[in-house]
């Protein structure tokens, strides 16, 4: 199944609305998704700052993680090229400002607006973000074990995505290093 559906963009029903509790971060990129329905506007807002959040773990967003974060917001989340590298700068900028203060807030938000498979989708997205270098630090592994736990996900569903990207782990190369020598 796409990130798309689960972000429910390709159904014509809206998402529950989640108004209440909005962050000042997620309505600064909704702005930006005008054209879409709101409440699809705001789960793909909240999606791009969860991505940032990620990618920013190890306080850099380097040019391929952003990228990475277009990339999936074009073929995964529906928008276009120009609105995914829009969404994707903001959401740098919000995390880079006000990261410390908006990341539970932004997630928690999320987690109350997304369906599990949802939260599961965006949390496989945020390791492709952070793997996208190809390794995934202790810094944003300990980020992305973050998210998993703000999302409330299964922790068999969590470790089947970190399973993954088990070969992208740095703590993991030292020894795969060692049993290959």
């Known amino acids: 199944?796409?990130?798309?559906?689960?972000?429910?963009?390709?159904?014509?029903?809206?998402?529950?609305?989640?108004?209440?509790?909005?962050?000042?971060?997620?309505?600064?990129i909704v702005a930006r998704l005008e054209s879409l329905p709101p409440d699809q506007a705001r789960l793909l807002?909240?999606?791009?700052?969860?991505?940032?959040?990620?990618?920013?773990?190890?306080?850099?967003?380097?040019?391929?993680?952003?990228?990475?974060?277009?990339?999936i917001l074009v073929t995964q989340g529906g928008l276009d090229e120009s609105?995914?590298?829009?969404?994707?700068?903001?959401?740098?900028?919000?995390?880079?400002?006000?990261?410390?203060?908006?990341d539970y807030l932004v997630t928690r938000e999320f987690r109350q607006a997304a369906s599990y498979e949802q939260r599961l989708a965006v949390l496989r997205a945020c390791y492709a973000v952070g793997a996208a270098d190809d390794m995934l630090t202790s810094a944003e592994s300990a980020t992305l074990d973050e998210i998993a736990n703000e999302f409330d996900l299964e922790r068999a569903d969590v470790a089947a995505v970190r399973a993954e990207f088990a070969d992208k782990l740095v703590a993991r190369r030292p020894l795969r290093a060692q049993q290959d020598s």
């Open 83 to 102: 609105q995914a590298v829009l969404v994707v700068e903001m959401a740098k900028i919000q995390a880079r400002n006000f990261g410390e203060t908006e």
């Open 45 to 71: 807002a909240a999606t791009a700052y969860i991505l940032a959040r990620a990618a920013y773990a190890d306080f850099d967003i380097s040019d391929v993680e952003t990228s990475t974060m277009e990339q």
């Open 1 to 28: 199944m796409s990130f798309r559906r689960f972000l429910g963009l390709g159904h014509t029903q809206s998402a529950p609305a989640v108004n209440r509790g909005e962050t000042s971060t997620v309505r600064q």
